[in-house]
């Protein structure tokens, strides 16, 4: 199993990047994925989560307006696209996925079975 998360970058406040996380492995289309970030000294946090091969989308409200999650069952690819970065978004930023049936709950990162190794965003001011 593997989850190969990009896109990272550094960008100036109010741009925009977009994070790509390639699986394999696995049937990507029974799983749900999400996006995790985590900052320099901070827990990691629920950014967005994308339920079964589509249907439904979550977002943390720190980002909700501002970030997109979606996904490609044909790649078995999950993408991120983050409009109006803020500062406060730089995060090491984590694609995970978990069994469609395992749980009811998008935002708990235990519920996460697989994750992936991390893309840097930096947003500077």
């Known amino acids: 199993v593997q989850l190969q998360a990009s896109g990272g970058g550094l960008v100036q406040a109010g741009g925009s990047l977009r994070l790509s996380c390639a699986a394999s492995?696995?049937?990507?289309?029974?799983?749900?994925m999400g996006w995790f970030r985590q900052a320099p000294e901070k827990e990691r946090e629920f950014v967005a989560a994308?339920?079964?091969?589509?249907?439904?989308?979550y977002y943390a409200e720190s980002v909700k307006g501002r970030f997109t999650i979606s996904r490609d069952n044909a790649k078995n690819t999950v993408y991120l696209q983050m409009n109006s970065l803020k500062p406060e978004d730089t995060a090491l930023y984590y694609c995970?996925?978990?069994?469609?049936?395992?749980?009811?709950?998008?935002?708990?990162?235990?519920?996460?079975?697989?994750w992936g190794q991390g893309t840097l965003v930096t947003v500077s001011s």
């Open positions: 995970a996925a978990k069994f469609r049936y395992s749980s009811s709950r998008y935002s708990v990162s235990t519920d996460y079975t697989y």
């Open positions: 492995g696995f049937i990507f289309s029974s799983y749900d």
């Open positions: 994308i339920i079964g091969i589509g249907e439904k989308t």
